[in-house]
């Protein structure tokens, strides 16, 4: 019988944290691509651009003009998918067509003033004052709802649809669905073996280290055993961390992303997902769809293999290297 | 206080087929659209290529010369993410790391001999021919797998690679994630309710009727309440069918896709979904990114308005109607 190679053989894996399969199937690789080319990056973002609603002194869709702001700034989505008030659908009259009432708030939070930036080209002062503005964004709106989602779409391919550095962090009267498995994986794990679920696992893959990719005095970052785009990634604290607020300065100076708020969540891990669209170049893509969407998440190349092409890659950010 | 109004303000439905939910805020339509905009359709499709390896008579990638064949043509893909024997992953050492086997078969089904159609431009009795196809592939690969997953990836957005008119069959030994929570939510609506969780739901929305979108004789075309995609449909036969092969002639002469093998299905009902990723145009699509990667589906307008404006639709395809 043929000995099992992860990087040879076709295998289902199991993510304990969200409670899903993913079907990998490395040998794919090879298969040669066809389809649809990304364009090239845009080079030439200005610097600043008064017509941009994100840069500072710009006039947004509503008609109030942005500040000069110099660091962070945080506004009002002008187009939330949350408001704060929404009458509630009532009573369902049918099992299979439940409706419930949900509320909330969505910002928009600029990271810099420049538009030709992105946070791995800001110096570390600057992206530790984006690591506090999520601290503070995370307690005030944590303060009133359950779940605080901060997110980075970037990239045009991902449906940004402004190339200025900036995230939306959307807060909610409900948790969301992937919050609630994560929630029930967290609960159960502890519950079962007395520990959180990611404090185990960050400790097990310092031990086996293959998909490990940098770590630091405070921070490991790991291509999960269980990932599903090809370079995802998931960013943990070593020490356990529930919120965001909780970070010591020291831990800001290299941090992300995530709140929660209630009784009992000694279970719950602060973490960052990373889910970068490409897999074999910056104009070929990894699609989700039929199967992905029909049936179960396929990837083609290993955990394994990704990490060891992130660990191998410079530490100079390629857009200064080119300089 | 406001009466509640889904078309205008904010909520949360519960799919009970796959278990989520998903945030419908109708109000977000009006949000300007700013971000990449989808290059329009190749409208000059060659109706044959000789260099395209799914053409009649053209050359693969494994070097097989295909048939000159003049209905569909199914064929195993040169690229596989599932093959019939790959080894065991063997037992896992900790609960965090758990690979189980995969087996399976993927093969590649033509539609046409020609490039320049897509199934909506072909004809009744072409489109029977690959429905009878679509059955005789479940028979033939459901007696070894429990699952055949058959699925179109269509246009280039999509992830499709290849212009020519085909769908894939995936065949695996283990239920993909999709169909277990399928599985789930069916067996345990039977168990409750004593009746197919997808015969009860057709019949609430033919008596409900704001959803619909076609009905005939034999077939249901819904938007289901629960949709995530923008106009994402349903496929439902109108009496209890299981499987693709049990269709009768003339349910076939306008039917589609998925199958399963065991014991005891009667909960399962034979369905199909359809996810376009249209927004509010041919270029300007839905994004599903970083909030729902990170935390739960979004939808900016409700299943009751894509199916009014779905039923809108001249009945003429658009590219007979432009002639
Ligand atoms: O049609 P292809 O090229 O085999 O592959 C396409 O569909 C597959 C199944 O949905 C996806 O996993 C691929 O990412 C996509 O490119
Ligand atoms: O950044 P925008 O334009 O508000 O919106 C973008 O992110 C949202 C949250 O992930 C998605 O629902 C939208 O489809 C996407 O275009």
Redesign the pocket.
């Known amino acids: 019988a043929t000995t099992f190679r992860a990087s040879e053989h076709q295998h289902i894996r199991y993510n304990p944290l969200q409670d899903e399969w993913v079907l990998v199937s490395a040998h794919r690789m090879k298969r040669p691509w066809q389809g649809q080319v990304e364009p090239p990056l845009l080079k030439t973002v200005a610097r600043h651009d008064p017509h941009n609603p994100l840069c500072p002194g710009a006039t947004r869709a509503n008609g109030e003009v942005n500040p000069f702001y110099d660091g962070t700034f945080l506004f009002d ?1 002008d ?1 939330p ?1 949350l408001q704060p008030d929404a009458p509630n659908p009532g009573p369902s009259d049918h099992p299979l067509f439940q409706a419930e009432a949900a509320r909330g708030v ?1 910002k ?1 939070m600029c990271f810099h003033p420049w538009s030709d930036v992105t946070l791995p080209l800001m110096s570390v002062p600057e992206i530790r004052a984006v690591v506090d503005a999520w601290a503070s964004v995370t307690e005030e709106l944590g303060a009133r709802y359950p779940w605080v989602q901060i ?1 980075e ?1 970037k990239g045009a391919m ?5 190339p200025h550095p900036h995230c ?1 962090v ?1 807060a909610s009267s409900f948790l969301p669905d992937i919050a609630q498995r994560e929630e029930r994986s967290q609960r159960a794990y502890q519950s079962q073996h007395g520990e959180p679920l990611l404090m185990e696992y960050g400790h097990q893959e310092l031990l086996r280290k293959e998909r490990l990719v940098l770590t630091s005095e405070h921070w490991l970052v790991l291509v999960p055993f269980w990932a599903v785009w090809p370079f995802q990634t998931l960013l943990l604290p070593r020490r356990h961390v529930q919120r965001l607020p909780e970070l010591t300065p020291a831990e800001r100076d290299g941090a992300p992303t995530g709140s929660e708020a209630g009784a009992n969540w000694d279970h719950w891990q602060l973490h960052a997902h990373y889910y970068p669209p490409l897999l074999r170049s910056a104009t070929v893509r990894k699609f989700m769809v039929g199967y992905e969407m029909l049936a179960q998440a396929q990837r083609d190349l290993t955990p394994e293999q990704a990490a060891e092409r992130l660990r191998t890659l410079p530490e100079v950010h390629y857009r200064l290297g080119q300089k």
């Open positions: 989505n187009f998918a969505c928009v997110f779409n991902m449906g940004c649809s402004n939306q959307w």
